[in-house]
């Protein structure tokens, strides 16, 4: 006769067994193919101008090819996103598309998503080792070498600041990769100095707000900036112009928000990229239908996750300055002239 501790170990390693045959099962196994799929799109937050334009291309895509999206918005909450994709799970969606807060702290509602044979993509933030079906999104290093590139030919010599975004998004450490990766010839020979380097703890205007002033209340010579979108490049914009030092220092940003068009053209901001967003979403809402179909989707490569080798769908950036804001964000209709221009 077994002893009760033998017992125990063998009904134990019999339900883990029992567990991973299930979860096996789930994967093998996904939804059944609907006719108009139900597509969940688990957005970070509206906070940033731009993703509210995601949303609207997004979604009206999606409706354009007969699939049913439902929306969550966690508000920059990862908590309140991982129990909102848990909801979405529920309410028996085909896909899931996610724009994660938080790149690590989803990874195990993302993995259980998919043991439940639900395909996921990640649409412009990766999720970090959740093995997700396919990320889509621009070429974030790209995104940080062209602000830098921008940024170094207007000042060759001179002191620097960089304010990277979120500690928690995995694009804002690509990008600041680029940023280094352009800069470090110039590091290296002594011509520019990174006299500080701030990382956010969230993609919010008042922290590097308050983060600039602080800089700038030390007297320390600053000839540029270099800000992890327009947000924070507004930021940027509002503390040295309380010092009239609009102008005079070359500010980089991303995302080409209607603010900073209207900077370019004005002289205080130098450049920003220009990801078209039209085009991502687009993209994105073709590949949600064809992961609900169970059809391959095309990639250009893989993407390490930090586990796992991911399907990389990537589109090019554009950097825009005032002399070429007519030929890209007006002429694609991102914004329009008379908004542009508005000021001048």
Request: proline share 4%; charged share 25%.
């Amino acid at each position: 006769m077994k002893k009760p501790r033998t017992v125990l170990v063998a009904l134990v390693f019999a339900a883990v067994m029992l567990a991973a045959l299930f979860a096996g099962c789930a994967r093998k196994n996904p939804q059944p193919v609907r006719k108009n799929p139900r597509i969940g799109f688990s957005m970070d937050s509206l906070v940033v101008e731009r993703w509210q334009r995601d949303r609207d291309v997004f979604t009206a895509a999606m409706s354009e090819m007969g699939a049913e999206v439902i929306l969550q918005n966690a508000d920059q909450d990862p908590d309140v996103q991982a129990r909102q994709i848990e909801a979405l799970v529920r309410d028996g969606i085909d896909v899931l598309v996610v724009i994660p807060n938080d790149a690590n702290k989803l990874t195990p509602v993302i993995q259980e998503t998919k043991r439940r044979g639900i395909p996921v993509l990640s649409y412009d933030r990766l999720v970090r080792n959740a093995n997700v079906d396919l990320y889509i999104s621009f070429d974030n290093v790209e995104v940080g070498r062209l602000m830098a590139s921008y940024i170094h030919t207007a000042v060759p010599n001179g002191s620097y600041v960089v304010i990277n975004g979120a500690k928690s998004d995995y694009n804002a450490h690509m990008i600041s990769d680029g940023i280094h990766e352009s800069l470090k010839p110039s590091i290296a020979d002594g011509s520019v100095r990174i006299v500080d380097e701030v990382w956010l703890d969230a993609w919010r205007s008042e922290d590097a707000l308050a983060a600039m002033e602080r800089i700038l209340s030390q007297d320390t010579r600053v000839d540029a900036v270099i800000a992890g979108n327009d947000m924070l490049a507004d930021a940027v914009f509002q503390a040295v112009s309380e010092r009239r030092l609009a102008g005079k220092v070359k500010i980089a940003g991303q995302d080409a928000d209607l603010s900073a068009c209207q900077r370019l053209l004005e002289g205080t901001q130098l450049v920003t990229v220009y990801k078209p967003i039209d085009r991502l979403a687009q993209k994105a809402a073709a590949m949600a239908i064809l992961l609900a179909r169970h059809q391959p989707v095309a990639a250009d490569g893989t993407i390490n996750d930090g586990s796992n080798q991911v399907p990389y769908l990537k589109l090019t950036p554009i950097a825009v300055t005032r002399e070429n804001l007519d030929e890209t964000v007006i002429r694609d209709g991102f914004h329009r002239r008379e908004d542009v221009y508005r000021n001048r």
